[in-house]
């Protein structure tokens, strides 16, 4: 049903793409991806810093892993261990894609609408990645009318992306979607996943100013709706307003956690 291709000519050196063998029906599945329990998952901290110590990896860490949280990304192993037989990973992406994930089942790739044969088979990167994307400003070369230019990985937040593409979605991204319902935080932040001495912490991505709105509830101010953490008011690096709106109080680098100091003050 598909067929890898060289693709060095639209994306850069060495790049291959799939393109479809035989004409392919709107909803027919198209790849079972063959990610399991012996694929790697590694934190955001620990790839960057692979990265750090060992520079070469770069492109391959950043290219070949999936966001599963905001702070987490799945490897394949059998692409890491070169070993690799799932066409899954060699997937681009298209701002008017005619792939995505079946919702049913997060594995298998599936036809948006018909495709002909020869015609090139991507998904929208969106799918699958936020902001804290390990390929985040990279520029698009997907050539189509509707390009956003370069992938910030933010359209998960937009309306009509979200009515057309949903069902889509990893269901790392529609987690994300309806998370969008209760809080609202800045594409400047990101959240770090619970480990057994803490909770789930908001972080700044990039360089927040003072003054700036970091994140804003959407219902009652509690440690259950939400991931800052609650710290004494020396600690606070951030104040709530009356408008339910969480506003950095100095510059806070890259990293810095997002905290608060509302105990008691429950709005
Ligand atoms: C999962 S790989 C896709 C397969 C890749 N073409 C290869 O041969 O290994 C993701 C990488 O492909 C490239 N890529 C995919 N879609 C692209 C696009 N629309 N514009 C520019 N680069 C793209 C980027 O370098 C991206 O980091």
């Known amino acids: 049903m598909i067929q890898i291709v060289d693709a060095s000519e639209k994306y850069g050196d ?8 035989e004409p392919i029906a709107a909803g027919e599945k198209i790849w ?14 620990d790839i960057l810093h692979l990265i750090e110590m060992q520079p070469h990896l770069r492109r391959f860490l950043c290219w ?9 990304y799945l490897i394949p192993r059998t692409f890491a261990t070169e070993l690799n037989n799932d066409a899954c990973v060699l997937f681009n992406h298209s701002c008017e894609p005619n792939c995505g994930f079946d919702s049913g089942d997060g594995n298998t790739i599936v036809a948006i609408r018909s ?7 991507t998904y929208d990167y969106n799918f699958l990645e936020t ?36 069902l889509y979605m990893s269901s790392y991204l529609q987690t994300r ?29 990039e360089w927040i100013q003072a003054g700036e709105i970091v994140a804003r509830f959407l ?16 600690e606070a690096t951030c104040m709530i ?9 100095y510059d806070l680098p890259a990293e810095s956690e997002i905290t608060l100091n509302y105990h008691g003050k429950l709005l």
């Not at 060495?14 to 063998?21: L, N, V």
């Not at 956003?148 to 979200?162: A, C, K």
């Not at 319902?181 to 972080?203: G, V």
């Open 64 to 72: 070949y892993s999936y966001m599963t949280e905001d702070d987490m």
């Open 115 to 121: 495709i002909s044969i020869g015609e090139e088979l």
């Open 14 to 21: 060495g790049q291959k793409t799939i393109i479809a063998a």
């Open 241 to 249: 307003d009356e408008h339910k709106q969480v506003i950095a109080l």
């Open 177 to 205: 979607v309806r998370e969008l319902e209760t809080k609202w935080y800045s594409t400047k932040c990101f959240t770090r996943s619970a480990t057994d001495e803490k909770r789930k912490s908001l972080h700044a991505l």
């Open 219 to 234: 219902g009652p101010v509690n440690i259950d709706n939400h991931f800052i953490r609650d710290v004494n008011k020396f």
């Open 131 to 166: 902001e804290p994307s390990l390929i985040r400003g990279t520029v698009c070369k997907c050539d189509t009318l509707s390009c956003v230019g370069t992938l910030m990985f933010d359209r998960y937040r937009d309306e009509d992306f979200q009515k057309r593409f949903y």
């Open 32 to 45: 079972w991806c063959s990610c399991s329990d012996d694929d790697y998952i590694m934190s955001r901290d």
